[in-house]
């Protein structure tokens, strides 16, 4: 299958080891994934902050860049949750957008579904011997309805202990512009996230959004916590044989 | 003196003091937990009946909130029928005129009162103390906050942000000037705590002339008010004196009694976990020889009919104040519902107070901010009341208003970076030039970012260059 990659802005520029894991694993998967170089931001933030035309705008600019891609793979589960439910809000009935949506929308999948439900793998061949928490990010847990999938896919990587993270449901505190805007309380809540993460014994967080990990590794870090934060997507793209070369 | 939310700052300046107080952070933690874990037990045993119910409350709301004008004169000609009068009240003015009017004219100069929001929000308790008529809290919770002189923090559990060491403590101080005082060696077990609040409160049921309430539902086809609670100092209240008054917002209106059967379920394992709650009082106008003589019910508008022309906003007008929302809320959890600067606080309240109140001030303008958007109390509300999107979609209302200078200005910038692929590798390679050497803190608002967390590197390769680069390599 060939499949678009959208990367994000946010792993685009800081974090493009998520990206470049994404690629390993597809094509090692066997498929050959493209990535489509008009593509920026897919507008969340405008949104979330209350930016509506900017982030109709750049909707606009998404479905026009992923227009006809059999499948969009997303290394980001609110991104792919602002474009599968919150884009349809941003065009009106009938509009050019919402049309393009209701088509293409359907076809954009955080990478955790993508990996599950449309080529129907668990175990993607991964080695990573640590012992690992997951945090359920919001918009995976509760938009996309991720539910089982990333720990399938986790519980099946050789060599990895997957721990269990109390109070996993509730929210990080990050919200995107929400961590500066009620900065005290976003902290207080990541610091209460930090604590039970480092509480679990675990080496690494993962998740399936880096901006979360962001905040919560951010906060681990700060703490001296020794814990560290990878996306979930680099934990499935190691191989034993890289393990080996390291 | 009656106290008010009036003056309090902005959220997230009410939210610092909030987040630095232990010992509040400490009870809220303990009991939104507990309530928590109880609606989880309840709600989860119906399994798929309560997606049903959720559907079925959220149809009857949202279908009697279309038609409200007719439902409203519905239930105007059943109570009136019933023996009932009826009042309207187009805001809180004209709302605390109306029941102060009518208490006077009984000759009373005190007021037993049933838990109800909608007294609280128009600060009913301060007009009746100003016209000389003292105004008792009956409800546990409320009764503690009034004497207290502090503010309620939660719709359903207004004293949650209290432990019961600081509760005896208000009772020790204070009761005896309302009344029969707490006996001397009060413990802080809640039995005896309970057993103090019952001394204290029964010799003003046995009093009380005029009683004050609202109505969690009124049925139009009936005329039939009814309120909800656990302990049984409504029903006092409700039975017990001559003359009832009950201040009702146009939206707790429902078509038919059957409608009932859906709320019944959907309030007490929403709110307070419970299959059932202990007391459930219904009365339609008067009845000769049986509870009060005189009946009147004010119906309040005071800014719904304004929600109500608001097609995304009007959702927030289902809430049947079960205050799951503010339990399971991450934010309302740490700070409580004080820095919300209304009676209604938590996530609902951050979409109703800015809704009903206008938000012309920076308080009402703060507070559709005052989320994560993480979703939660959406999940858990009874009637389905999408909170996030009409949370995003005030936060449109602000941002399309006056100042926010810098965020526009920054807004505006992301977008012309975003507008283009070329200039967004343009600032991811200027970035990686200056690369992982970002300072431990960072200026202005970025500052609150690194005041408690420390920052990714910025990596010298943005995955756009390498993409490119892989591209030349391969090929």
């Known amino acids: 299958m060939r499949i678009a990659l959208f990367v994000t802005c946010v792993n685009d520029t800081l974090f493009p080891d998520t990206g470049r894991a994404v690629v390993r694993l597809l094509e090692r998967l066997g498929h050959e994934v493209v990535f489509p170089e008009n593509q920026t931001c897919c507008g969340q933030m405008h949104y979330n902050t209350g930016y509506r035309r900017p982030a109709a705008r750049l909707a606009v600019r998404f479905a026009r860049t992923f227009d006809g891609a059999d499948a969009v793979v997303v290394p980001s589960a609110s991104c792919a949750a602002m474009v599968r439910d919150n884009y349809p809000r941003l065009g009106a009935a009938g509009s050019r957008l919402s049309r393009k949506m209701a088509d293409l929308g359907p076809r954009v999948y955080d990478l955790t579904e993508f990996l599950v439900d449309v080529l129907g793998v668990t175990d993607v061949g991964a080695y990573f011997p640590h012992r690992v928490v997951y945090h359920p990010t919001c918009h995976g847990l509760r938009l996309l309805g991720l539910g089982e999938r990333p720990y399938q896919l986790l519980r099946a990587v050789r060599g990895l202990e997957l721990l269990e993270l109390p109070g996993a449901a509730e929210c990080c505190g990050f919200g995107g512009t929400f961590s500066v805007k009620n900065g005290d309380v976003s902290a207080a809540m990541g610091f209460d996230k930090a604590r039970h993460v480092a509480e679990t014994g675990a080496e690494v967080l993962c998740a399936v959004d880096n901006s979360c990990l962001m905040h919560i590794g951010g906060t681990l870090s700060r703490q001296r916590s020794g814990v560290r934060v990878t996306h979930i997507a680099e934990i499935l793209a190691s191989t034993e044989k890289e393990y080996a070369h390291a | ?475």
């Open chain 2, 1 to 475: 003196m009656s106290a008010t939310f009036l003056g309090l700052p902005p959220f997230p300046e009410a939210a610092r003091s909030a987040v630095g107080d232990s010992r509040t952070r400490h009870n809220l933690h303990k009991a939104t937990h507990t309530i928590r874990g109880k609606r989880d037990a309840v709600v989860g045993e119906l399994g798929d009946d309560w997606r049903r119910l959720r559907a079925e409350g959220e149809r009857i709301k949202t279908h009697t909130l279309r038609h409200l004008d007719h439902h409203l004169e519905r239930l105007e000609e059943s109570v009136h029928r019933a023996g009932g009068t009826v009042h309207w009240a187009a805001d809180a003015a004209e709302a605390n005129e109306i029941v102060t009017e009518l208490v006077r004219r009984t000759g009373e100069t005190e007021v037993v009162k049933v838990k109800s929001m909608a007294t609280q929000e128009i600060e009913l308790n301060g007009a009746l103390e100003a016209a000389g008529i003292t105004a008792y809290e009956t409800d546990l919770a409320e009764l503690i906050v009034q004497l207290g002189e502090d503010l309620p923090s939660h719709i359903l559990v207004p004293a949650i942000h209290l432990a019961r060491s600081q509760i005896r403590e208000i009772f020790l101080d204070r009761m005896s000037e309302w009344g029969v005082p707490a006996p001397p060696g009060l413990t802080d077990d809640p039995h005896a705590l309970a057993e103090a609040a019952r001394v204290h409160l029964r010799e003003l049921f046995l009093r009380a002339k005029v009683a004050v309430s609202g109505a969690n539902f009124a049925v139009a086809d009936s005329g039939t008010l009814v309120v909800l609670e656990s302990e049984g100092n409504g029903r006092m209240c409700l039975t017990l004196p001559e003359t009832l008054i009950s201040v009702v917002g146009i939206e707790k209106v429902v078509p038919t009694w059957s409608d009932l059967e859906v709320f019944m379920q959907l309030l007490p394992r929403s709110s307070t976990g419970e299959r059932m709650n202990p007391y459930t009082s219904t009365w339609s106008g008067v009845t000769p020889g049986d509870g009060p003589r005189d009946f009147h019910l004010v119906l309040l508008d005071n800014g719904r009919t304004d929600v109500l022309a608001d097609t995304v906003g009007r959702q927030a007008l289902r809430c049947i104040r079960c205050s799951a929302c503010l339990n399971i809320c991450p934010v309302y959890e740490r700070t409580g519902g004080h820095a919300y600067g209304s009676v209604y606080p938590g996530p609902i309240g951050a979409i109703l107070t800015p809704q009903l109140r206008g938000m012309s001030s920076e308080v009402d303008r703060a507070l559709p901010y005052a989320s994560s958007l993480c979703g939660a109390c959406y999940d858990v509300c009874p009637v389905a009341i999408d909170i996030p999107e009409v949370l995003v979609h005030l936060r449109e209302r602000v941002a399309e208003g006056p100042g926010h200078l810098g965020e526009k200005a920054v807004m505006a910038g992301a977008e012309a970076v975003f507008g283009s692929a070329g200039a967004l590798d343009a600032v991811q390679r200027a970035a990686g030039l200056v690369g992982g050497d970002l300072p431990r803190h960072l200026p202005g608002q970025a500052g609150k970012w690194t005041d408690t967390r420390d920052v990714p590197d910025v990596p010298a390769e943005s995955f756009r260059q390498w993409w490119k680069q892989r591209g030349k390599g391969q090929r």
